[in-house]
């Protein structure tokens, strides 16, 4: 039978997940490389004046690095806690989580490129 509907329940999922974001703020060094270079790419198109559809743009690849980054690190946390011994299939596993971060993070590079290039040359 499903839970009736709860305002405190739900708030304390708010909580849960803010607790995950400070957990990744505080002991992922890649996280908060992403996030520092997020808060300067906020603030180069504040100064640039991006237009609303470019807006759209860089927010989407930010929450696309970021997204992906929560992901690998907490891949990376599950396989430590299911395999903390060497296992080339555990190594496999981490291998891809972070490859998908690549993959968000040079489509991001090349969104920023084709955002910003006209604004400077
Ligand atoms: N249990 C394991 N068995 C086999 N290989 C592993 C294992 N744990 C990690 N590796 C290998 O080492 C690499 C780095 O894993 P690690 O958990 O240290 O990530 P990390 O270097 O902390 O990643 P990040 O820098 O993104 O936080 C993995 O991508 C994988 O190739």
Redesign the pocket.
């Given at each position: 039978m499903s839970e009736k509907f709860s305002v405190l329940a739900r708030l304390k999922s708010f909580n849960f997940a803010f607790k995950g974001l400070w957990h990744v703020v505080r002991h992922?060094?890649?996280f908060r490389v992403h996030l520092f270079a997020a808060l300067l790419v906020i603030a180069l198109s504040a100064y640039v004046n991006l237009t609303i559809n470019e807006w759209l743009w860089v927010i989407s690849a930010i929450a696309m690095v970021l997204v992906a980054e929560l992901f690998?690190?907490s891949i990376?946390k599950l396989?430590?806690l299911v395999?903390?011994?060497?296992?080339?299939?555990?190594?496999?596993v981490?291998?891809i989580a972070?490859a998908a971060?690549l993959i968000t993070a040079v489509a991001a590079a090349i969104i920023g490129i084709l955002i910003f290039y006209p604004y400077f040359f």
């Open positions: 992922e060094h890649n690998n690190s990376e396989v430590d395999s903390p011994a060497f296992n080339p299939k555990a190594g496999i981490k291998d972070a971060v």
